[in-house]
């Protein structure tokens, strides 16, 4: 399994960018695609996931209101729409995977099996 990112880039604060991220292999099963982050000397965080079969999804309490994660099933692809960014969103996104249901914390990055390779996203003026 392999995933890309995409769609980092530079936005003002108060401004938007949207990342993706396709998934591709052979014998590809998703059960939940998300998002974390990782700033400058602090530790990777949880942003968000979304499950693959109905679409339920789930954010840190520090984007809610502002960040919709969707996905496409049809082209494997999951988005991340960030509206009103703040400067504190800066950070290394990477877009996970994780193939088969069972008991996981949304939260823990031991949970999913496969990483992208991460996309810049700065939020300054």
């Known amino acids: 399994v392999q995933l890309q990112a995409s769609g980092g880039g530079l936005a003002q604060p108060g401004g938007s960018l949207r990342l993706s991220c396709v998934a591709s292999g052979r014998t590809l099963s998703i059960y939940v695609m998300g998002w974390f982050r990782q700033a400058p000397g602090k530790e990777r965080e949880f942003v968000s996931r979304i499950k693959w079969s109905d679409s339920n999804t789930y954010y840190r309490d520090s984007v809610k209101g502002r960040f919709t994660i969707s996905r496409d099933n049809a082209k494997n692809q999951m988005y991340l729409q960030m509206d009103s960014l703040k400067p504190e969103d800066t950070a290394v996104y990477y877009c996970?995977?994780?193939?088969?249901?069972?008991?996981?914390?949304?939260?823990?990055?031991?949970?999913?099996?496969?990483w992208g390779q991460g996309t810049q996203v700065t939020v300054s003026s």
């Open positions: 996970v995977l994780r193939r088969y249901g069972g008991a996981y914390h949304a939260e823990n990055p031991a949970a999913y099996e496969y």
